[in-house]
């Protein structure tokens, strides 16, 4: 049986209060000035909802396997994702995150091999080529065989 007094807020508007909070930090008492809803309704809400389990069950919903991440609409749209070729096939790397005049900005460099860099960027730090094979050759660091890249290549 249903008691007479006011309607029930509907449960899209009390979270929208709840959101309201978390997001903002301002006060549960302070909601009701907002117009979203009361604070007594949406702080009532919360309540309920934290011990049904609500909020939980709302973070692992949202968790996606990551493989599944590029064949959602909203991320394909955001062009979140770029797939390149690589040696044996293609890889899905995560795009740039900034987008300068509307464009991504291209991919300048990829290096997927373990100490593919190892050379250059020992050598733009002031190391000569016999300082840089001899970490090589005793595994302090990674690179390529030394006939597949070379300082001198590079000039």
Same mark, same amino acid.
């Given at each position: 049986?249903?008691?007479? #007094? &006011?309607? @029930?807020?509907?449960?899209?508007?009390?979270?929208?209060?709840?959101?309201?909070?978390?997001?903002?930090?301002?006060?549960?008492?302070?909601?009701?000035?907002? #117009?979203?809803?009361?604070?007594?309704?949406?702080? @009532?809400?919360?309540?309920?909802?934290?011990?049904?389990?609500?909020? &939980?069950?709302?973070?692992?919903?949202?968790?996606?396997?990551?493989?599944?991440?590029?064949?959602?609409?909203?991320?394909?749209?955001?062009?979140?994702?770029?797939?390149?070729?690589?040696?044996?096939?293609?890889?899905?790397?995560?795009?740039?995150?900034?987008?300068?005049? #509307?464009?991504?900005?291209?991919?300048?460099?990829?290096?997927?091999?373990?100490?593919?860099?190892?050379?250059?960027?020992?050598?733009?730090?002031?190391? &000569?080529?016999?300082?840089?094979?001899?970490?090589?050759?005793?595994?302090?660091?990674?690179?390529?065989?030394?006939?597949?890249?070379?300082?001198?290549?590079?000039?």
């Amino acid at each position: 049986m249903k008691w007479g #007094g &006011r309607p @029930r807020v509907p449960d899209r508007q009390a979270m929208e209060g709840i959101l309201f909070v978390l997001r903002t930090g301002c006060q549960w008492n302070a909601l009701s000035r907002t #117009g979203i809803c009361s604070s007594t309704t949406a702080f @009532r809400r919360f309540q309920q909802w934290c011990r049904a389990g609500v909020f &939980r069950r709302l973070w692992k919903a949202s968790l996606q396997e990551y493989d599944e991440l590029p064949d959602d609409p909203q991320i394909r749209h955001n062009e979140v994702f770029r797939e390149v070729p690589v040696k044996r096939g293609r890889a899905v790397l995560v795009n740039h995150p900034n987008r300068y005049d #509307g464009a991504v900005p291209p991919l300048r460099h990829l290096a997927l091999e373990i100490g593919a860099d190892s050379r250059e960027v020992l050598g733009e730090l002031g190391y &000569r080529a016999e300082e840089i094979e001899r970490l090589l050759a005793s595994g302090a660091i990674h690179g390529p065989a030394a006939d597949v890249m070379t300082p001198e290549a590079d000039a």
